[in-house]
């Protein structure tokens, strides 16, 4: 049975900062404001990276905002959230994490059904000249679709 996906946030900092190696499908450990706060599309991915700590992943940086209609329940915006992930799943990322120049993102968050579900990244940073290469190469691929366009009209 196929469920519908939703995506709540997508971080596309990551992907202009980070050659994406592996890409990894993990539930994250939240409480009900938060929730009801991703259901109105409130959250955001910029700033947040994954650490492994006392073998379990944990995603620090992510901010989402307090939940309008709650009160008392509603949790620290940016309060560090377990990830859940198989044991294999964690024990490749710590290999791969421990390499120079790795580091773990999160891509995006998005509802899976009724879940929700984060894309957590092995990724490997650019630097500066790959990401001018990146950039002129969607300058192409945008100046390319823009002459296809006109020239069908």
Same mark, same amino acid.
């Given at each position: 049975?196929?469920?519908?996906?939703?995506?709540?946030?997508?971080?596309?900092?990551?992907?202009?900062?980070?050659?994406?190696?592996?890409?990894?499908?993990?539930?994250?450990?939240?409480?009900?404001?938060?929730?009801?706060?991703?259901?109105?599309?409130?959250?955001?991915? /910029?700033? #947040?990276? &994954? %650490? *492994?700590?006392?073998?379990? +992943?944990?995603?620090?940086?992510? $901010?989402?905002?307090?939940?309008?209609?709650?009160?008392?329940?509603?949790?620290?915006?940016?309060?560090?959230?377990?990830?859940?992930?198989?044991?294999?799943?964690?024990?490749?990322?710590?290999?791969?994490?421990?390499?120079?120049?790795?580091?773990?993102?999160?891509?995006?968050?998005?509802? /899976?059904? #009724?879940? &929700? %579900? *984060?894309?957590?990244?092995? +990724?490997?940073?650019?630097?500066? $000249?790959?990401?001018?290469?990146?950039?002129?190469?969607?300058?192409?691929?945008?100046?390319?679709?823009?002459?296809?366009?006109?020239?069908?009209?």
């Amino acid at each position: 049975m196929l469920r519908d996906i939703k995506i709540i946030s997508a971080n596309k900092k990551a992907t202009h900062d980070y050659f994406i190696e592996e890409t990894f499908q993990a539930g994250i450990e939240l409480v009900g404001t938060e929730v009801k706060s991703l259901r109105v599309g409130r959250c955001n991915l /910029k700033e #947040s990276f &994954v %650490k *492994i700590i006392n073998n379990e +992943a944990y995603i620090l940086g992510m $901010h989402i905002s307090p939940y309008e209609k709650g009160n008392i329940f509603n949790k620290d915006p940016l309060r560090n959230r377990k990830l859940l992930l198989h044991r294999k799943e964690i024990n490749k990322l710590i290999g791969a994490a421990t390499k120079d120049g790795y580091t773990i993102v999160a891509t995006k968050i998005y509802f /899976k059904g #009724s879940l &929700v %579900k *984060i894309d957590v990244a092995l +990724a490997k940073g650019k630097k500066l $000249h790959d990401k001018r290469q990146s950039i002129a190469k969607k300058d192409m691929q945008r100046e390319t679709q823009r002459e296809f366009k006109e020239k069908f009209r």
